[in-house]
């Protein structure tokens, strides 16, 4: 017979490739999980992982993928159990890409805590590619991302757009002022995302339409790092506006792009999903943070952001 523990023990491998941090992660020792998974792997009569490397296998994969789904259920229960007693406690998984992590993460929790203490969320950052695997796999509810590639399985809801601009050292030369145009940026190898990513195709489309080649220095997918490296003086790169701690603002040049349009960020989640009473909380709060001014200030939200509910 399948046990709760056992699927536990699975999807911790899963996440972690490895059995001796599975074992941390649910407070245990490796031996523990070693046995959870050789019961499980009785149960259905296939091999799940391979010992070798730590990744499941095909098998593993279908395995985890409704083990997700059920323990998130069984959570959602308590949750609305719980809710009904005018209660709600449960906890809420949520992706974030980075540089929104960087400021929205503080707001989240601080306001949670004020109105829902006995609402926990377990936020993970990550690139947009990464964070739409894990919402379509069921380990997060939803997460803040600019717009996910699978729109048949997934469905998004914009929440703001931000300017895209110049992040340089000084010693790179460029002046601060109003806006600069991309042919001028194009002058110095830049920090940029892979090719392929939505970031920067939407960069190249625009830079192809004025005739205009941007030469990599190096290219890395991860806005949030990317954004780093320029503050170390290491090149120059495109980043979203709220990307720059205003702490860094007087060391960089931070100039707008003319041309490129806004990145927008929103909530992708699964379509047909029941969410929990906790999730549903976390949900309407998110919302709110975008339409409700005093909200917004109470927590000092990016006054460059502008709002799209």
Same mark, same amino acid.
């Given at each position: 017979?399948?046990?709760?523990?056992?699927?536990?023990?699975?999807?911790?491998?899963?996440?972690?490739?490895?059995?001796?941090?599975?074992?941390?992660?649910?407070?245990?020792?490796?031996?523990?999980?070693?046995?959870?998974?050789?019961?499980?792997?009785?149960?259905?009569?296939?091999?799940?992982?391979?010992?070798?490397?730590?990744?499941?296998?095909?098998?593993?994969?279908?395995?985890?993928?409704?083990?997700?789904?059920?323990?998130?259920?069984?959570?959602?229960?308590?949750?609305?159990?719980?809710?009904?007693?005018?209660?709600?406690?449960?906890?809420?998984?949520?992706?974030?890409?980075?540089?929104?992590?960087?400021?929205?993460?503080?707001?989240?929790?601080?306001?949670?805590?004020?109105?829902?203490?006995?609402?926990?969320?377990?936020?993970?950052?990550?690139?947009?590619?990464?964070?739409?695997?894990?919402?379509?796999?069921?380990?997060?509810?939803?997460?803040?991302?600019?717009?996910?590639?699978?729109?048949?399985?997934?469905?998004?809801?914009?929440?703001?757009?931000?300017?895209?601009?110049?992040?340089?050292?000084?010693?790179?030369?460029?002046?601060?002022?109003?806006?600069?145009?991309?042919?001028?940026?194009?002058?110095?190898?830049?920090?940029?995302?892979?090719?392929?990513?939505?970031?920067?195709?939407?960069?190249?489309?625009?830079?192809?339409?004025?005739?205009?080649?941007?030469?990599?220095?190096?290219?890395?997918?991860?806005?949030?790092? &990317? *954004?780093?490296?320029?503050?170390?003086?290491?090149? $120059?790169?495109? @980043?979203?506006?709220? #990307? +720059? =701690?205003?702490?860094?603002?007087?060391?960089?040049?931070?100039?707008?792009?003319?041309?490129?349009?806004?990145?927008?960020?929103?909530?992708?989640?699964?379509?047909?999903?029941?969410?929990?009473?906790?999730?549903?909380?976390? &949900? *309407?709060?998110?919302?709110?943070?975008?339409?409700? $001014?005093?909200? @917004?200030?109470?927590? #000092? +939200? =990016?006054?460059?952001?502008?709002?799209?509910?």
């Amino acid at each position: 017979m399948i046990e709760l523990r056992q699927l536990k023990a699975l999807l911790a491998i899963q996440d972690f490739k490895s059995f001796s941090q599975a074992a941390n992660n649910l407070n245990t020792v490796q031996s523990n999980i070693s046995a959870h998974l050789s019961r499980l792997e009785e149960s259905v009569g296939a091999i799940l992982v391979d010992r070798r490397t730590g990744v499941l296998t095909e098998e593993g994969a279908a395995v985890a993928l409704r083990a997700r789904r059920l323990l998130s259920e069984l959570e959602a229960i308590d949750s609305d159990i719980s809710a009904l007693k005018n209660d709600v406690r449960g906890r809420v998984r949520v992706g974030m890409i980075g540089t929104v992590a960087r400021w929205f993460v503080p707001a989240i929790v601080r306001e949670l805590e004020e109105r829902h203490p006995n609402v926990k969320v377990e936020i993970s950052e990550g690139t947009a590619s990464a964070l739409e695997s894990r919402v379509n796999s069921n380990a997060f509810e939803f997460a803040i991302m600019t717009r996910p590639s699978n729109t048949d399985e997934l469905v998004f809801r914009a929440f703001f757009e931000e300017p895209l601009v110049l992040v340089a050292a000084k010693e790179f030369g460029f002046e601060d002022k109003a806006s600069i145009a991309l042919s001028e940026v194009a002058s110095q190898p830049l920090l940029l995302p892979p090719k392929g990513t939505q970031f920067r195709d939407q960069v190249d489309l625009v830079a192809a339409q004025i005739g205009v080649v941007l030469t990599p220095k190096a290219e890395i997918d991860g806005v949030r790092l &990317l *954004a780093s490296m320029a503050f170390d003086g290491f090149a $120059p790169t495109i @980043a979203p506006a709220t #990307s +720059i =701690p205003a702490f860094m603002t007087g060391r960089l040049s931070v100039i707008p792009i003319e041309g490129l349009l806004p990145r927008r960020v929103g909530l992708a989640r699964r379509k047909k999903v029941a969410h929990s009473a906790a999730a549903k909380t976390v &949900l *309407a709060l998110l919302e709110e943070f975008f339409t409700n $001014p005093v909200l @917004a200030k109470k927590h #000092s +939200i =990016p006054s460059v952001l502008k709002q799209l509910l």
